[in-house]
């Protein structure tokens, strides 16, 4: 008999994303049952939006083994990535929406968000992860952890982008002449619009610490066994 041949650990992974997902599902609709309502509809939408970075890096991986990063598929496939990559992080500004009706069990509602954010979240970072693999195979550790710095800063400035300002990915190609205006005139007159920067840096420290954590305690499982 042929031995079945076990999973990848890349495979187990994205099986757990699979169930964590369907968990954090699962959570909503019992909110949406019990409260008769499907009004944090979007929260589950946003989540199946943090797929779309990670099904891009695990393309783009599979690209890379067979072409160099400078031709224009992998090029096309990381820039779409990076525009996509925002939408898993900025789940993190989903809590101000717990306050916006009266629920059956606000604690409840606090689990629920939980489920969905951290499941998001933690898909984001394990698609950037993926990037950074790729990077640390072309470049030196330093060189692939700056390139990685400034991904977690323009994923900062977009959560900005996005949250306060209401540009989401879809306008890059439906409206890019609005958004250029909006981010350069805050480029050009940052004293007038602080709060920009302030949020950017504030999630810029928040994103860094935890990837550069969660990296590290990888490192040391690894190491260790």
Not at 129 to 155: C, F, M, S
Request: contains cysteine; hydrophobic residues 55%.
């Amino acid at each position: 008999m042929m031995k079945t041949q076990a999973s990848s650990p890349l495979h187990q992974v994205v099986g757990l994303f699979v169930v964590a997902t369907g968990v954090a599902a699962g959570f909503f609709f019992i909110g949406a049952w019990s409260n008769n309502s499907f009004e944090y509809w979007y929260l589950l939408w946003n989540l199946l939006l943090a797929w779309v970075p990670l099904g891009l890096s695990l393309w783009l991986r599979t690209i890379l083994r067979t072409q160099h990063w400078a031709n224009w598929l992998p090029l096309l496939v990381t820039v779409v990535w990076l525009s996509f990559l925002p939408n898993t992080f900025y789940m993190l500004t989903d809590y101000i929406h717990l306050q916006d009706v009266s629920r059956v069990d606000p604690i409840y509602d606090v689990a629920m968000f939980t489920a969905l954010i951290t499941t998001g979240v933690s898909i984001g970072f394990a698609s950037l992860a993926l990037v950074h693999v790729e990077l640390r195979r072309r470049l030196t550790n330093a060189g692939a952890w700056r390139v990685v710095t400034l991904i977690l800063l323009i994923t900062s400035f977009a959560i900005y982008v996005g949250r306060d300002l209401r540009w989401n990915t879809w306008d890059i190609i439906t409206s890019p002449a609005g958004i250029l205006f909006d981010i350069s005139e805050r480029i050009v007159n940052p004293m007038a619009h602080l709060q920009t920067f302030t949020t950017a840096a504030t999630y810029f420290v928040l994103l860094s610490a935890g990837y550069y954590c969660l990296w590290r305690v990888a490192n040391l499982v690894r190491a260790s066994r």
